[in-house]
T-cell receptor, first 112, second 112 residues
Framework: KQEVTQIPAALSVPEGENLVLNCSFTDSAIYNLQWFRQDPGKGLTSLLLIQSSQREQTSGRLNASLDKSSGRSTLYIAASQPGDSATYLCAVRSDSNYQLIWGAGTKLIIKP | GAGVSQSPRYKVAKRGQDVALRCDPISGHVSLFWYQQALGQGPEFLTYFQNEAQLDKSGLPSDRFFAERPEGSVSTLKIQRTQQEDSAVYLC??????????FGPGTRLTVT
């Protein structure tokens, strides 16, 4: 059974720092992996989607990497801003299933 | 264009009451998913529709939970005889081809 873990559960850093959020999964037979952002009282916003054949995806200050063999993905945020404060979740879709299996998220606070 | 919308955004129910949560997916999206998100956790899959057909309801926690999508567009998640453990945010997502899901803002249900 696929399990997704995100470490740390919470992170607080000063504005301007580069940071890395981690996501690990137990079954490497994945179809894709997505990183989402969740703001309080709002829905989930998809940030990056990495297909199983890809190693990384970039969007603006965000870069997500995928290492299937080790069961890991990282989300790199460059030059963090207070507006980046949110909970970041990763979700994995397995080969044989359309369901998304989610981590519990990392709550990120960027201090001005 | 319009995204996924959900109503109501907030619902307070007394234990034992029935509730109905509505999801309006993006027009033309064939797939529709319901998730339950407890506080501090990632979402958990409840059920999946392809057009009007409910193809997977394996995530529904009990027979008190019922979902429908009679015309292949709007979906309703109904919870009968609500219990305190049903308190959560209920998220709806739609997708054109199941590869990338677009989420609504969710309905926060509080059972008192």
């Amino acid at each position: 059974k696929q399990e997704v873990t995100q470490i740390p559960a919470a992170l607080s850093v000063p504005e301007g720092e580069n940071l890395v959020l981690n996501c690990s999964f137990t079954d490497s037979a994945i179809y894709n992996l997505q990183w989402f952002r969740q703001d309080p009282g709002k829905g989930l916003t998809s940030l990056l989607l990495i297909q199983s054949s890809q190693r990384e995806q970039t969007s603006g200050r965000l870069n997500a990497s995928l290492d299937k063999s080790s069961g890991r993905s990282t989300l790199y945020i460059a030059a963090s801003q207070p507006g980046d404060s949110a909970t970041y979740l990763c979700a994995v879709r397995s080969d044989s299933n359309y369901q998304l299996i989610w981590g519990a998220g990392t709550k990120l606070i960027i201090k001005p | 264009g319009a995204g996924v919308s959900q109503s109501p955004r907030y619902k307070v129910a007394k234990r034992g009451q029935d509730v109905a949560l509505r999801c309006d997916p993006i027009s033309g999206h064939v797939s529709l998913f319901w998730y339950q998100q407890a506080l501090g956790q990632g979402p958990e899959f409840l059920t999946y529709f392809q057009n009007e057909a409910q193809l997977d309801k394996s995530g529904l926690p009990s027979d008190r939970f019922f979902a429908e999508r009679p015309e292949g567009s709007v979906s309703t998640l109904k919870i009968q005889r609500t219990q305190q453990e049903d308190s959560a945010v209920y998220l709806c997502a739609s997708s054109f081809d199941i590869h990338e899901q677009y989420f609504g803002p969710g309905t926060r249900l509080t059972v008192t």
